[in-house]
């Protein structure tokens, strides 16, 4: 019954921006941590940030920090990833996912395509 879903994702030239939305159906995201994580071509998954809103914290990757926002809305029971100064290495699937703690996930989302060109 519950749904997560990522939307937001498209085409942006470098240097632009988008918002990723991750929301939730059937539960609360405020009683879960949420991470968000993006997998390129050809690389690995890497975990881009992860949030509590129970705890009021947000963590950021060390190399996506201050280029990467997280932010949520519980009344829409939605936390969103703002990407600014996009660059062409940041096109990948980008992935929402609930755990009962930050690095441990246990449903995911089907991914949001961001592809950053001119």
């Known amino acids: 019954q519950w749904q997560l879903v990522e939307s937001g994702g498209g085409l942006v030239q470098p240097g632009g921006s988008l918002r990723l939305s991750c929301a939730a159906s059937?539960?609360?995201?405020?009683?879960?941590?949420v991470g968000w994580f993006r997998q390129a071509p050809g690389k690995e998954r890497v975990e881009i940030s992860c949030?509590?809103?129970?705890?009021?914290?947000?963590t950021y990757a060390d190399s996506l920090k201050g280029r990467f926002t997280v932010s949520s809305d519980s009344a829409k029971n939605t936390v969103y990833l703002r990407l600014n100064s996009l660059k062409s290495e940041d096109t990948a699937v980008y992935y929402c996912?609930?755990?009962?703690?930050?690095?441990?996930?246990?449903?995911w989302g089907q991914g949001t395509q961001v592809t950053v060109s001119s």
């Open positions: 996912a609930i755990g009962p703690d930050c690095r441990d996930y246990i449903y």
């Open positions: 059937g539960f609360s995201l405020d009683y879960y941590a």
């Open positions: 949030s509590r809103e129970s705890h009021g914290t947000i």
